[in-house]
């Protein structure tokens, strides 16, 4: 049987350490699972059990991204308000990258876009005023395709890295949010 690691998060560390020290001074030395039930009642919860089912639960709703750098999440969601409009341009090109993943989610997919259709959808989606450079930056990563007249575009159906899941969902929420 794999090992399943169980993360332990506490809101207050004192009140944490107060909790353990006062029920390990009450025992000599105690076992594994004595001390893994410790552990987890200084936490806040009944035993160990509890513990592992609350993080099994919420493991199961969250569905974390493997591998996923939430770091860079952060850092791209800072440039979105909070009705989920991209705010400004970021300087630095990944995060520009994961903010025009944001931007692609909000296409409509499978249909062809005449430019001025597309030019609109991107306006009512930014608010820094250049539908041009995120359209033509889209077009560049292969998020979109045009003709070779550029007067209609076609969204790509593409699986959207760890990160740019991670940020298209609360961006998503955002716009939701304020709907």
Same mark, same amino acid.
């Given at each position: 049987?794999?090992?399943?690691? =169980?993360?332990?998060?506490? &809101?207050?560390?004192?009140?944490?350490?107060?909790?353990? !020290?006062?029920?390990?001074?009450?025992?000599?030395?105690? /076992?594994?699972?004595?001390?893994?039930?410790?552990?987890?009642?200084?936490?806040?919860?009944?035993?160990?059990? %509890?513990?592992?089912?609350?993080?099994?639960?919420?493991?199961?709703?969250?569905?974390?991204?493997?591998?996923?750098?939430?770091?860079? +999440?952060?850092?791209? *969601?800072?440039?979105?308000?909070? &009705?989920?409009?991209?705010?400004?341009?970021?300087?630095?090109?990944?995060?520009? =990258?994961?903010?025009?993943?944001? *931007?692609?989610?909000?296409?409509?997919?499978?249909?062809?876009?005449?430019?001025?259709?597309?030019? #609109?959808?991107?306006?009512?989606?930014? /608010?820094?005023?250049?539908?041009?450079?995120?359209?033509?930056?889209? +077009?560049?990563? /292969?998020?979109?395709?045009?003709?070779?007249?550029? &007067?209609?575009? +076609?969204? %790509?159906?593409?699986?959207?890295?760890?990160?740019?899941?991670?940020?298209?969902?609360? +961006?998503?929420?955002?716009?939701? !949010?304020? #709907?």
């Amino acid at each position: 049987m794999s090992r399943q690691t =169980i993360p332990l998060a506490t &809101t207050d560390l004192s009140a944490f350490a107060r909790h353990l !020290s006062g029920q390990l001074n009450r025992n000599a030395t105690p /076992g594994h699972v004595e001390l893994l039930n410790m552990l987890a009642r200084a936490a806040g919860f009944r035993n160990f059990q %509890h513990l592992r089912a609350a993080s099994l639960a919420k493991d199961r709703l969250d569905a974390p991204e493997p591998s996923c750098d939430m770091t860079l +999440v952060e850092r791209a *969601l800072r440039h979105f308000d909070s &009705t989920g409009t991209l705010r400004d341009w970021p300087a630095r090109r990944a995060l520009q =990258i994961f903010c025009l993943w944001a *931007l692609w989610a909000q296409l409509p997919g499978g249909t062809s876009l005449h430019e001025r259709e597309l030019n #609109a959808a991107l306006t009512a989606a930014h /608010g820094f005023g250049d539908a041009a450079l995120l359209r033509r930056d889209m +077009v560049g990563l /292969g998020l979109l395709s045009r003709n070779a007249s550029g &007067t209609a575009y +076609v969204r %790509h159906e593409l699986a959207p890295p760890p990160e740019a899941r991670a940020l298209i969902r609360r +961006v998503t929420a955002r716009r939701k !949010s304020t #709907a």
